[in-house]
């Protein structure tokens, strides 16, 4: 009778070794596969941020040129102002001072404010 039960025990510890086995390939199985999915995602996660970084610099570079030429179209427009100003109230040199503040070409202004003055 003892070596009867010895056998059972026996047979039910080769079942249970048997079913852990199964379970542990299963395990492996569904981690390998859950590797594999998120590999993938996180792979695709990185290209979509590689593109939408990419998307951004190009748009930076886009923002900068506008912005760059609006900035230039506003100063060149002041200065333009501002010459514009000089000229009406006689103040226009004779370009040297254009030159010494960085207003570009050097100009020759003619002033005929005090024979305007006169024929009035």
């Given at each position: ?28 199985q ?59 109230f ?31």
């Open positions: 009778m003892a070596s009867n039960q010895s056998y059972r025990a026996g047979e039910a510890k080769g079942q249970a070794e048997e079913k852990t086995g199964q379970m542990m390939d299963k395990t492996r569904a981690k390998d596969q859950t590797a594999s999915y998120l590999s993938d995602k996180a792979g695709a996660a990185r290209d979509k941020a590689d593109q939408i970084g990419q998307t951004a610099e190009l748009g930076r570079e886009k923002t900068g040129g506008v912005m760059q030429r609006t900035t230039e179209q506003v100063k060149s427009m002041a200065q333009g102002a501002a010459e514009k100003v000089r000229e009406t006689g103040m226009a040199g004779s370009g040297e001072e254009e030159e010494e503040f960085g207003g570009g070409a050097a100009t020759t202004t003619t002033t005929t404010t005090a024979a305007r003055r006169n024929n009035y």
